[in-house]
């Protein structure tokens, strides 16, 4: 038994533990109680109310394991960052199972009580936003504890004095580990517990796991695993828990290419997580050094969701060449489980220090302004009968629509191009920091790509990972 073979199995058998019903990120309370009800006593679970929400929301309490070692996990502190709520539900489906790592379960419940708080901020997911219903960020109140979440989860832990805790997040996808392209997909930290950021024996119980999970993700995503900013937050929960003598460990769930809903980076929470509770229940986390985990690379934003290189614009008759990035941001329907991308130019001019998931070099490309088709539509129905691939390669974005039958922000997902609706005749038409332009490139006088609401639509390419705008 050692924890290289057993983070070798669970990478490996994965989906035999995946809990099937997440399929993206914008899930609600309602949707996890059957989860919850299912938990058995006979696999060990106890489940109690913690208590509730502000919106009254019952906020669960999850316990698991008999060891004298108490660990709290708790997820979804701020109500849109989802990402370990699921890792944490296909972790009770892997306590629930026998197999043959059956020994490494016995090992982690013999030595450890495991306390799971998931969705600590039900009335934030129900809108998918960071905030309390009282519009407070729970993070920052853990001295003042004016959000009822907030002093359930300082309750737990003075009950429970707990020994280890794993505070779960979700970070931006445009960090980097430190100044390289490679997204930050995991980023760990232990928050300091004063102002000189000074390492007491709790604090460095935290870093000693983290560098032995830090191992463990570097053989599945090597260099894509940072280091959080440490500077002290007196009224954050991490900085506090470590000042109130809970070794403390912050997961950021980042970025990883063509992930929009973090599937495999849960995976990689699920991986991480349960290999930190072996170390725990092994006390395999002796074994590594600070210096380990001072070396893990610090968080940058280096990354941008699309960066054009050398593009050639003119202004005033003169021409100049310059970088553009793109960054993107979710749009959350009505139905707060579903979202469009809303892009915008972030930047121009050297981005060599930047990177982006997607990189053009435009050094022997033409770029200008996407064309609007001329013709006037009247119905989505109409729209679809368009022949799209010989529009894109002609250099169209955009259609004038007149229709009634489509209000939204978005377009549906099999058009491709921009709406343009009332009296707009064209969309942005400004290459600007801010700005959304549609833009075409062509090579030898040829369409090779348009970018449409900052995603990169290919000539004859079947699909495209982005959406149109209606404007």
């Known amino acids: 038994m050692n924890r290289k073979s057993f983070v070798a199995a669970l990478q490996q058998q994965y989906n035999t533990y995946r809990e099937p019903y997440f399929t993206y990120r914008r899930f609600k309370h309602a949707d996890l109680q059957p989860l919850i009800a299912a938990l058995s006593p006979d696999k060990g679970f106890a489940v109690k109310q913690l208590g509730f929400s502000t919106e009254k929301r019952v906020i669960h309490h999850i316990q698991l394991g008999k060891g004298a070692t108490q660990v709290m996990l708790w997820s979804q502190m701020h109500g849109d960052e989802a990402t370990a709520t699921m890792a944490l539900f296909d972790i009770f489906r892997f306590f629930s199972t026998s197999d043959e790592l059956d020994s490494y379960r016995k090992v982690i419940l013999d030595n450890l009580s495991l306390h799971f708080v998931p969705m600590l901020n039900p009335d934030g997911a129900e809108v998918f936003k960071r905030r309390t219903a009282l519009d407070i960020d729970m993070n920052r109140d853990a001295l003042r504890l004016v959000n009822p979440e907030s002093r ?42 004063n102002v000189a950021k000074e390492v007491n024996p709790v604090r460095e119980r935290a870093m000693r796991l983290i560098a032995a999970m830090n ?53 990689l929470n699920f991986i991480a997580i349960l290999s930190a509770l072996y170390a725990i229940a092994q006390k395999e986390y002796e074994q590594y050094t ?16 699309l960066l054009l290189r050398n593009v050639e614009l003119n202004l005033n008759g003169a021409s100049y060449r310059t970088d ?12 707060n489980r579903s979202f469009y991308y809303e892009s915008f130019i972030d930047d121009l001019g050297d981005l060599s220090t930047l990177y982006g998931y997607r990189e053009i070099d435009c050094t022997h490309l033409q770029v200008s302004l996407g064309k609007v088709y001329p013709e006037e539509m009247y119905s989505l129905e109409q729209i679809r009968k368009l022949n799209f691939s010989q ?29 343009l609706r009332g009296n707009h005749t064209q969309p942005d038409d400004t290459i600007g920091i801010e700005r959304n332009p549609d833009l075409v490139l062509l090579e030898a006088g040829k369409v090779r790509y348009l970018i449409i609401n900052g995603f990169v639509r290919e000539v004859n390419a079947a699909s495209w990972l982005g959406n149109a705008l209606c404007y």
């Open 391 to 419: 529009l894109i390669a002609e250099g169209y974005t955009a259609l004038r629509y007149k229709g009634q039958d489509w209000q939204e922000k978005d377009v549906p997902a099999d058009i491709p191009l921009n709406l």
């Open 152 to 193: 359930l989860l300082k309750g737990l832990r003075d009950e429970l004095n707990a020994d280890f805790g794993f505070n779960l997040h979700d970070q931006h996808t445009r960090y980097t580990a430190y100044y390289t392209p490679k997204p930050a997909t995991i980023s760990f930290l232990a928050p300091a517990y």
């Open 324 to 335: 553009i990035s793109y960054d993107v941001r979710e749009r959350t329907k009505a139905d």
């Open 215 to 267: 191992e463990d993700l570097q053989g599945i995503i090597p260099g894509q695993v940072a280091k959080y900013n440490d500077e002290f937050e007196p009224r954050a929960f991490g900085d506090n828990m470590q000042k109130w003598g809970t070794s403390t460990i912050l997961i950021e769930s980042g970025g990883y290419p063509n992930d929009p809903e973090k599937m495999y980076v849960r995976q």
């Open 290 to 305: 600070t210096e380990q985990y001072w070396a893990i690379p610090d968080n940058r934003t280096q990354l941008r969701h």
